[in-house]
C-alpha cells in the first residue's frame, strides 16, 4: 500500500549506500535490516495496454497462489488482490474489483507476462523519534527476466517509498538521498523501461503500423530497404507469441505485417525488379497462406461467442457443438502456423528479408526513381483503380466484385499506409479514415462470406462425427440465416461510404497529393 | 471493501486486542486493510503508535468540510492504515444526532476510501450508541469477544435484541470467547454459553495471557514477539475464522 511518490534512484557502489544510510541516519533513527528478495512479474496485453495508461499489473510470487496488484506508475495501488491465480483472459478472472478495473482497457486481449523483476537485497525503516515508521527503504540489486532468454543484471537500486500522512518525512529523505546519490529519482516506468531494455525487447510495442520516416529524394530500393528491414523486425518480434497463439492478435498483427512486406516488395518489384524480390514475394505468400485459415477460425470463434448471448434456446445445443468443432479445426491450424514458423523456409525467409534490407538500405545510386516520385505515382493510380471499381458496382453488386474491390482497396491502403510519412498528415488523414470505412464495411461483408462456407463445412462434419448432428444443422441454418441477414444491412452504409469516397473533394484531395498519371 | 465491526457494549473484554491482531493479520496476508479507531481511549492508535496529528472536529467531517481520508495515516505495518482516535470523535455521537439519516452520513465519509482499502475494521467505543447504530448498519460483520461468564451472555442478547429492533436482524454477528482463563471453572466449560447465545459462536477461543497485555507494552501484535504463543496460534486461527465468514 505504499502511496504516491515512490521515488527510485540508482546506487553505484557500497560506498554510496554507505553514504545513504550515514546521511538518513542524520534526520531518522534507522530500524534494523531487513532481508528483502522478491519476484514481480508484469503483465499486460501483446500491444501494452495498460502501460500507455501509466497502469503496472504486477504479480508476486507467496506462499500461497500469490498476490495480483495494480498501481499506477507513481506507485498508488488501484486494486490488490491477495491470493491471485496468474492473470489470462478477462473473461476468466474471478468477478471483482481487479476484473472491473481491468475491463474497459483490457478488453478481450490476453494478459501476458511481459518481464519479471527479481530483487534482492535489504529494507529498512526510517523511525521518527517516537521509534514509529515513517518511510521505508529497500537497496536491492536486481535482475529481469523475460519469456525463455536468459535473466540480465539491473542497475542497484535504492526505492524510498513514502507512507501516508508522513509526506513531510519522505521529503526529507528525499532531500537526504538527493544530495547523496549522483542520479535523479526516478518512477516505477523507469524501471520497467530498464528492465525491458536489458531483456531486448523494444520500449514501443512492435506493431505491424510502423512508421518509416522518409524522405522523397532518397533512391526507392534504399527506402525499401528500411521499410523492409523495420518490418522484418515486427515479424521477428511478433513470432513467438504468433507460433504460440498467446492472444489471436499477435497472428492478426503478425499477418498484417506479411501483407504489408508482400505490397513493399510488389512495388519494389515494378520499379527495380531484381534483388530477388519475387521469389521473396513468392515465400511471403506461402506464409500467409499457411497462417490464413487459423485467422479466419479466430475471427469465427470471435463472431460465434457474439452469436452466443442471441441464440434462441432451439438452437444453443447446437452452437455449442460448432464451437467444439470450431476449436478442434482451430487447433489443427493453429498447428500449421506453429510449423511454418519452425519450419528452415521460414527461417531462410527471414535471412532472405534481413538481406535485402541491409543491401537495398546501403544502396547510394538512384537505381529507380526517388520515392517521393514513385510514391506520388503508384498512389494516384490505385486512387484511379480504386475509384472505377467502386463506381462499376451498381446497386446491387455481386459478392465477387465486392471481393475485388477489397482486394484493389487493400492494395491502396497498404500503399497510403507504406508512403503515408512523405505526405502531411491533415491532408492524408481524411483520405485513409474514408478509405478504412469502406474496407471495414467491405472486410465484414467478405468475413460473412468466408465464415457461411465454413459454417457449410462444420455442418458437413457435424453430420458424420457428431452424435447430435440435427442440433448443429439448425444451429448453422439459423446462423446462416443472421448471416446472410448481416451482410444486407451492409448494403446501405457502404453504398453511403462508396458515395463520401467518390465526392469531388476527395478526388481533387487526392489529385493535390499525387498528381497526375503513372 | 467488507467492513468488519469488532464490538461489545461491555467493556475489558479483549475488544481492542481482538481488532489489533485481525487487521495486523489481515494486512500480513496482503489485503489493504484501514483500522477506525472509535475508542475514545485510543488504544488502537497507541498500539500502532499512531498520533492523530490534526483535530478535524466531527461537525465538519459530517458537514463534508473535511475529508476523512486527509486522517488516514500508515502504520509500522505494510498494507495497514489506521484513522487514528481523535477526541473530537467523542462527539461523533453528538454530531450523529444533529444530522438526518446519520447511518448513510457515516458510509458516505467511508466511500472515498473503498476503492483504497480491501478491508475496514472498526474498532468500537463500548456503549450502545447512535455511532454504534450507523457502524452496524455498514458492517458486513459483527465481530463480538465475550468473556465467559453469564453477564457477557446476557450483554450479547441485549445486543441481539437491540439488531432485531432496529431491523438489523440480519447482520452477520460472530461472538467469540476471549480471556479464557483454564483455572476458572466458568472458563474451562463455556457449553452453557454456547447453548443459551442468539448466535453461533466462532470455534477459535483466545486464552488469557500476559503475552497480550504485552501488546501495549511492546506495541506490537502478539505474533510479532511470540508468534508461537498459545494467544498467537490462536489469533491466527480467528483470523482465518473470520476470513472465512466475508
Known amino acids: ?518 | 471493501m467488507k467492513i468488519v465491526a469488532v464490538y461489545n457494549f461491555k467493556g475489558g473484554v479483549g475488544k481492542t486486542s481482538t481488532v489489533v491482531h485481525l487487521a495486523a493479520l489481515a494486512a500480513r496476508d496482503g489485503h489493504r486493510t484501514l483500522l477506525w479507531d472509535l475508542d475514545p481511549q485510543a488504544a488502537a492508535s497507541y498500539v500502532f503508535r499512531v498520533e492523530s496529528r490534526q483535530r478535524v472536529g466531527a461537525r465538519k467531517l459530517l458537514a463534508g468540510e473535511r475529508e476523512l481520508a486527509e486522517l488516514v495515516r500508515e502504520t509500522d505495518w505494510e498494507h495497514l492504515a489506521l484513522l487514528p482516535a481523535d477526541l473530537s470523535f467523542r462527539k461523533l455521537d453528538v454530531a450523529l444526532a444533529e444530522v438526518k439519516r446519520p447511518s448513510e452520513r457515516l458510509a458516505g465519509l467511508i466511500r472515498p476510501l473503498i476503492r483504497e482499502f480491501d478491508l475496514l475494521f472498526f474498532d468500537c467505543p463500548p456503549s450502545l450508541s447512535l455511532l454504534a447504530e450507523a457502524v452496524f448498519a455498514m458492517a458486513d460483520l459483527l465481530v463480538v469477544p465475550l468473556v465467559p461468564a453469564p453477564l457477557s451472555l446476557r450483554a450479547l442478547s441485549q445486543l441481539h435484541a437491540e439488531l432485531v429492533r432496529k431491523g438489523l436482524g440480519d447482520l452477520a454477528v460472530a461472538p467469540f470467547l476471549s480471556m479464557v482463563d483454564r483455572r476458572k471453572s466458568l472458563h474451562r466449560d463455556s457449553s452453557w454459553l454456547s447453548l443459551r447465545s442468539p448466535y453461533p459462536l466462532l470455534e477459535t477461543a483466545i486464552p488469557y495471557s500476559t503475552l497480550v497485555e504485552e501488546v501495549t507494552v511492546r506495541r506490537q501484535p502478539v505474533f510479532a514477539f511470540a508468534p508461537a504463543s498459545p494467544p498467537a496460534v490462536a489469533y491466527e486461527r480467528l483470523w482465518a475464522e473470520v476470513k472465512g465468514r466475508l
Not at chain 1, 468477478?95 to 507476462?113: C, Q
Not at chain 1, 529481469?144 to 536468459?150: H, L, R, S, V, W
Not at chain 1, 534504399?222 to 489471436?248: H, I, Y
Not at chain 1, 458515395?499 to 469531388?504: D, G, Q, V, Y
Open chain 1, 1 to 518: 500500500m505504499a502511496e504516491a511518490g515512490r521515488r527510485s534512484y540508482r546506487v553505484r557502489d557500497e560506498g554510496e549506500v554507505e553514504r545513504l544510510l550515514e546521511a538518513l541516519a542524520g534526520a531518522f533513527a534507522l530500524g534494523p535490516r531487513r532481508r528483502l528478495a522478491r519476484r514481480r512479474q508484469l503483465f499486460d496485453t501483446y500491444d501494452r495496454r495498460l502501460l500507455a495508461e501509466g497502469r503496472l499489473l504486477f504479480r508476486e510470487a507467496g506462499a500461497g497462489k500469490g498476490s495480483l496488484e495494480l498501481t499506477h506508475e507513481e506507485g498508488r495501488s488501484e486494486v490488490r488482490l491477495a491470493e491471485a491465480a496468474e492473470p489470462g483472459l478477462i473473461a476468466e478472472m474471478p468477478p471483482g474489483r481487479l476484473r472491473e478495473a481491468l475491463a474497459t482497457t483490457v478488453a478481450d486481449r490476453r494478459l501476458l507476462p511481459l518481464v519479471a523483476i527479481e530483487e534482492r537485497g535489504f529494507a529498512l525503516a526510517l523511525l521518527d523519534e517516537r521509534g514509529k515508521t515513517v518511510a521505508r527503504l529497500a537497496v536491492v540489486g536486481r535482475r529481469a527476466e523475460a519469456g525463455e532468454g536468459k535473466p540480465a543484471r539491473l542497475a542497484r537500486r535504492a526505492v524510498l517509498e513514502p507512507l501516508r500522512g508522513y509526506e513531510g518525512e519522505s521529503e526529507a529523505a528525499a532531500s537526504a538521498l538527493g544530495a547523496i546519490l549522483a542520479t535523479p529519482a526516478e518512477g516505477f516506468r523507469a524501471e520497467i523501461d530498464e528492465a525491458l531494455v536489458a531483456t531486448g525487447q523494444p520500449l514501443v510495442p512492435p506493431s505491424p503500423k510502423v512508421e518509416v520516416p522518409l524522405d522523397p529524394a532518397e533512391p526507392v530500393v534504399a527506402a525499401a530497404g528500411r521499410m523492409v528491414g523495420e518490418l522484418t523486425r515486427v515479424l521477428v518480434a511478433l513470432e513467438p507469441g504468433t507460433r504460440k497463439a498467446l492472444d489471436p492478435e499477435f497472428l492478426h498483427d503478425f499477418r498484417v505485417a506479411l501483407r504489408r512486406l508482400r505490397s513493399l516488395v510488389r512495388e519494389v518489384e515494378r520499379v527495380a525488379p531484381g534483388h530477388g524480390v519475387k521469389r521473396l514475394r513468392s515465400e511471403l505468400g506461402a506464409i500467409a497462406g499457411r497462417t490464413g485459415p487459423c485467422r479466419d477460425f479466430d475471427v469465427l470463434a470471435a463472431d460465434l461467442a457474439g452469436h452466443a448471448a442471441e441464440m434462441p434456446a432451439w438452437a444453443a445445443e447446437g452452437l455449442a457443438i460448432l464451437d467444439h468443432h470450431v476449436a478442434l479445426r482451430r487447433a489443427e491450424a493453429q498447428r500449421e502456423v506453429a510449423a511454418a514458423l519452425a519450419s528452415g523456409r521460414w527461417r531462410r525467409l527471414l535471412a532472405a528479408l534481413d538481406h535485402f534490407a541491409r543491401r537495398a538500405a546501403a544502396t547510394a545510386a538512384p537505381e529507380a526513381a526517388p520515392i517521393g516520385e514513385v510514391a506520388r505515382r503508384r498512389l494516384a493510380k490505385a486512387q484511379r483503380r480504386f475509384a472505377r471499381e467502386a463506381e462499376a458496382l451498381g446497386t446491387h453488386p455481386a459478392p465477387e466484385a465486392l471481393h475485388a474491390l477489397r482486394i484493389t482497396g487493400k492494395r491502396y491502403r497498404y500503399l497510403l499506409e507504406l508512403f503515408a510519412p512523405l505526405f502531411p498528415r491533415p491532408s492524408l488523414a481524411p483520405l485513409v479514415d474514408e478509405l478504412k470505412q469502406v474496407q471495414d464495411l467491405l472486410g465484414r461483408a467478405n468475413d460473412f462470406a468466408v465464415q457461411g462456407e465454413k459454417l457449410r463445412q462444420l455442418a458437413a462434419e457435424a453430420a458424420h462425427s457428431a452424435p447430435r448432428a440435427l442440433a448443429a444443422g439448425m444451429a448453422v441454418g439459423y446462423l446462416l440465416a443472421r448471416l446472410e441477414s448481416a451482410r444486407g444491412d451492409l448494403t446501405r452504409p457502404l453504398a453511403r461510404a462508396l458515395e463520401r469516397l467518390a465526392k469531388p473533394a476527395q478526388r481533387r484531395r487526392a489529385e493535390r497529393l499525387f498528381g497526375g498519371s503513372e
